[in-house]
């Protein structure tokens, strides 16, 4: 991983930590929702994201499975930032 996918991996990290919190280190590509993420913790993570990176997620891209590991979320705002 370069040194810019790290630093947003470290800050998507930090904010699945404020909605997971039994977990010490959540693995990129493990089931938010079976770690505990109820559908409205959701979409307070989905606006976390939007917050965090200053940007508008487009309603065809808010579906759960765009958040439902760490590393869904990474690809998509690769995919928003192209």
């Known amino acids: 991983m370069d040194a810019s996918t790290l630093?947003?991996?470290?800050?998507?990290n930090a904010i699945v930590g404020q909605f997971i919190a039994q977990q010490d280190k959540v693995e990129r590509d493990q089931d938010l929702q079976e770690l505990g993420l109820t559908s409205m913790q959701m979409?307070?993570?989905?606006?976390?994201?939007?917050?965090e990176f200053?940007?508008?997620?487009?309603?065809a891209k808010l579906v759960p499975s765009n958040?439902?590991?760490i590393e869904n979320i990474e690809k998509l705002l690769r995919?928003?930032?192209?």
């Open 43 to 51: 979409v307070n993570l989905m606006l976390s994201i939007e917050a």
């Open 67 to 69: 958040f439902r590991t």
């Open 54 to 59: 200053d940007l508008t997620i487009p309603s």
């Open 7 to 12: 630093q947003t991996s470290s800050r998507i």
């Open 79 to 82: 995919e928003l930032a192209h």
